[in-house]
């Protein structure tokens, strides 16, 4: 396990202690939040064994992709305040698990250790498309809780910084995968942005409870 693994385990494991904390002040879509933790956590350990056992770790990428969108879509689920979009992301999360199950027999077997890039373009369009209509709720109905204390904004930041920059991870690795140098780039900027990730995760997390504490203060 080299350093950039280690960190990442790292700041996942401080997140989760977050969550183990937090757990029973966060409100609904937060715990559904810090539930994604232990969930990646499982996830990526899995996928090095994986890697160390068979030499891939394909299959592991396509099921946390879908894992973690559904753990994201229910939380939006929760924080969208009107019906019609309830509805709208329950219809498009089912309809993500049936295109990932198509895409990891077909377009990208499984059997064939295939990245699942297709899943995560789909997967991190609908992301930020769910981030961006918060953000719309945000501004339409304010509260008077200052926004750098909000943990849906924390968590909304997190998904549309990471969703966006994993549309660049994914180009760039179609792109180094052709050269024999300079390929750590990549490796370095792909951990990078799961870092901020889990680190913005954190932050909301503690904003939600935080935020609920003070309710009953």
């Known amino acids: ?12 494991f401080i997140v989760l202690v977050i969550g183990v904390v937090c757990y029973s002040k966060l ?5 559904l939040l ?37 753990f994201y879509s229910s939380v939006y689920y929760h924080l ?17 698990v049936v295109f990932a199950v198509i895409n990891a027999l077909f377009l990208q077997p499984v059997v064939k250790k295939t990245f699942p890039s297709y899943l995560y373009l789909v997967t991190n369009t609908m992301l930020v498309i769910y981030s ?15 926004i ?6 924390w968590f909304n930041t997190s998904m ?9 991870n994914l180009g760039l690795i179609n792109y180094y995968a052709k050269l024999t140098k300079g390929d750590d780039a990549i ?5 990078g942005s799961y870092y901020i990730l889990y680190i913005l995760t954190g932050v909301a997390l503690l904003c939600n409870y935080k935020e609920k504490e003070s309710k009953y203060a």
């Open 160 to 168: 549309l910084f990471f969703s966006t920059t994993m549309f660049l």
């Open 80 to 96: 969208f305040q009107r019906r019609t979009t309830k509805k709208v992301v329950l219809v498009l999360t089912l309809a993500v």
């Open 27 to 31: 409100t609904t879509p937060f715990r």
């Open 34 to 70: 810090a539930l994604s933790i232990p969930a990646t956590l499982i996830l990526d350990l899995i996928s090095k064994v994986s890697s160390h056992l068979y030499k891939t770790n394909a299959w592991v990428l396509h099921l946390e992709c879908l894992v973690l969108y559904v």
């Open 132 to 146: 961006l209509l918060l953000f719309k709720q945000m501004l339409l109905y304010p509260v008077s809780i200052r």
């Open 1 to 12: 396990m080299n350093i950039q693994e280690i960190i990442s385990f790292l700041l996942l």
């Open 187 to 191: 490796y370095y900027f792909w951990y």
């Open 148 to 153: 750098t204390s909000q943990g849906v904004f």
